[in-house]
């Protein structure tokens, strides 16, 4: 019972032109073997396009190419992630050179195979195999040597800076943003607290203030402080370190702690609503991403199949272009062949036309010579009509005279 593996290495590895014909026959005898999930995997194998078997062929054909793909892709990327000029220049050099003359090997190793691969096919092979050395799952999908349609790296530098890590730079950038911007606010916010708690700390622990300094701040601290009176500021702080100057400043000192925590509680309140809304939005933008990205597979999908519909269209017509180049050389042989009998023709007619006035003439002299001949004929006829009658009388005489005798 044959695997998977060989049939898929027959199948990718063999001409194009009876893929289907191969799979099909493979597919019928794992059905006839029993084994319909075989069956099933090899009916969905799909035929490669020109260009992906032309690849085929070329990977097969030269064991060395996967490593060399593999090694000069991440010396590229090497070179692309360290920003060495010098280095990305030479690569690109061997790179543009090794492309072309593995795509004019493809080029030759299918023609061989009967599959010629038409221009617009050999710039997908060019293609496919330079996006191997930019992706190394790529590589290993040509190394692989069953590819079914060729590929392309669009982007910038290496897959490095492909799709996916734009993304998370995109959503990083909004998180890391979101977390920058939590971060200041919050700095912000503390700091301002803690100037202001520290302000009013200071003014606690320093003591008095002179006049009534003191007492216009604690009435500013907000609910909670303790409202001193000029007078009594007054005298406590001439009372020096009396009962009521101690008194004053502990209810100074509470009031200004007490407004202190009111604006920490604001700033952690305001700073809650901020981060809900940064929140909302982030959760918004990750919805507009999921619905973009799954319009952006759609795309894909739909770009796939006309792709798939051109490549089979390119198929169709390359066929139809064999068979009319084919019906053409025939014509052209044929036309050759009546073109040489019709010289022929022409040369026999004029060598005819040449010899016809001596035919003529010998034809005249003919007619000449058979019209004397006649006419000789004709008087040697009467000469014997003569000679004939005399002859008669001769014997008629005979007879008489024989008949007169005694």
């Given at each position: ?125 060019e293609r496919t195999l330079t996006a191997a050395l930019a992706d190394p799952r790529v590589a290993d999908a040509v190394a692989a040597g069953t590819l079914t349609h060729g590929t392309e790296h669009v982007g910038f530098g290496g897959v490095g800076s492909g799709g996916d890590e734009v993304a998370g730079a995109d959503g990083g950038a909004d998180g890391d943003g979101g977390d920058a911007d939590d971060a200041r606010t919050a700095r912000r916010a503390g700091a301002g607290a803690s100037a202001e708690a520290g302000a009013g700390g200071g003014a606690a622990d320093g003591g008095t203030a002179p006049g009534s300094g003191g007492a216009g701040r604690a009435r500013r601290q907000g609910s909670g402080a303790a409202v ?179």
């Amino acid at each position: 019972m044959v695997s998977l593996d060989d049939v898929v290495d027959d199948l990718y590895g063999g001409p194009l032109d009876d893929f289907v014909a191969r799979r099909d026959a493979a597919a019928r005898a794992a059905r006839a073997a029993q084994d319909r999930d075989l069956a099933r995997r090899i009916g969905a194998l799909r035929k490669p396009t020109l260009a992906a078997a032309a690849v085929n062929l070329l990977v097969r054909d030269d064991p060395t190419l996967a490593g060399t793909l593999r090694d000069l892709g991440e010396s590229l990327r090497d070179a692309e992630r360290s920003l060495d000029g010098p280095a990305l220049r030479d690569l690109g050099r061997r790179r543009r050179a090794l492309v072309a003359g593995w795509a004019a090997q493809a080029r030759r190793l299918a023609a061989a195979a009967g599959q010629p691969v038409s221009a617009a096919a050999a710039q997908e092979v060019e293609r496919t195999l330079t996006a191997a050395l930019a992706d190394p799952r790529v590589a290993d999908a040509v190394a692989a040597g069953t590819l079914t349609h060729g590929t392309e790296h669009v982007g910038f530098g290496g897959v490095g800076s492909g799709g996916d890590e734009v993304a998370g730079a995109d959503g990083g950038a909004d998180g890391d943003g979101g977390d920058a911007d939590d971060a200041r606010t919050a700095r912000r916010a503390g700091a301002g607290a803690s100037a202001e708690a520290g302000a009013g700390g200071g003014a606690a622990d320093g003591g008095t203030a002179p006049g009534s300094g003191g007492a216009g701040r604690a009435r500013r601290q907000g609910s909670g402080a303790a409202v001193v009176d000029p007078g009594d500021g007054a005298a406590g702080e001439s009372a020096g370190p009396g009962t009521g100057g101690a008194r004053g400043r502990a209810s100074t000192a509470r009031g200004r702690d007490d407004g202190g925590a009111d604006r920490a509680r604001a700033a952690r309140d305001r700073e809650h609503e901020r981060r809900e809304r940064e929140g909302a939005r982030a959760r918004e933008r990750h919805a507009r991403a999921v619905t973009a990205a799954e319009a952006a597979q759609r795309d894909l999908d739909r770009v796939a199949e006309r792709h798939e519909a051109a490549a089979t269209a390119e198929r169709d017509a390359t066929t139809a272009l064999e068979d009319a180049e084919r019906e053409s050389a025939q014509a052209y042989a044929a036309e050759e062949e009546l073109v040489h009998a019709l010289a022929d023709v022409r040369r026999r007619l004029a060598e005819a036309r040449a010899r016809l006035p001596r035919v003529d003439e010998r034809l005249v002299t003919a007619r000449t010579r058979a019209r004397e001949r006649e006419k000789a004929l004709r008087a040697a006829g009467r000469e014997l009509d003569r000679a004939s009658s005399a002859a008669e009388r001769a014997r008629d005489q005979e007879r008489r005279a024989a008949a007169d005798l005694p």
